[in-house]
């Protein structure tokens, strides 16, 4: 079982960039799977979510209107697209999986993956 977040690299503010986050040995399909991200020097926080069913659930406001999120189940990928990035959105970004939405701390969620990194810088 694992979870693998590729797609990072760097851009300049105002940007975007398209994370994936792919799962190998388990079905996405009965998953939710949640985006998380950590910045350099501080805590983990919740970014976005989406359910089984395809609900959403922001975690972080500062990035409604500017980040979505989506799945393939045919790809058994969740992807989080991000425009108007901002250099306070550089981190490692990671995604974690669990039956729902269950909060905005990675910890509270089944297994999540290695990150990749979002650099944004002119």
């Known amino acids: 079982v694992q979870l693998q977040a590729s797609g990072g690299g760097l851009v300049q503010p105002g940007g975007s960039l398209r994370v994936s986050c792919a799962a190998s040995?388990?079905?996405?399909?009965?998953?939710?799977i949640g985006w998380f991200r950590q910045a350099p020097g501080k805590e983990p926080e919740g970014v976005l979510c989406i359910s089984s069913s395809d609900g959403r659930t922001y975690y972080l406001e500062s990035v409604k209107g500017r980040f979505t999120i989506s799945r393939d189940n045919a790809k058994n990928t969740v992807y989080l697209q991000m425009n108007s990035l901002k250099p306070e959105d550089t981190a490692v970004y990671y995604c974690?999986?669990?039956?729902?939405?269950?909060?905005?701390?990675?910890?509270?969620?089944?297994?999540w993956g290695q990150g990749t990194l979002v650099t944004v810088s002119s």
């Open positions: 974690a999986a669990h039956e729902w939405c269950v909060s905005d701390d990675s910890y509270e969620y089944d297994f």
């Open positions: 040995g388990f079905t996405l399909d009965y998953y939710a």
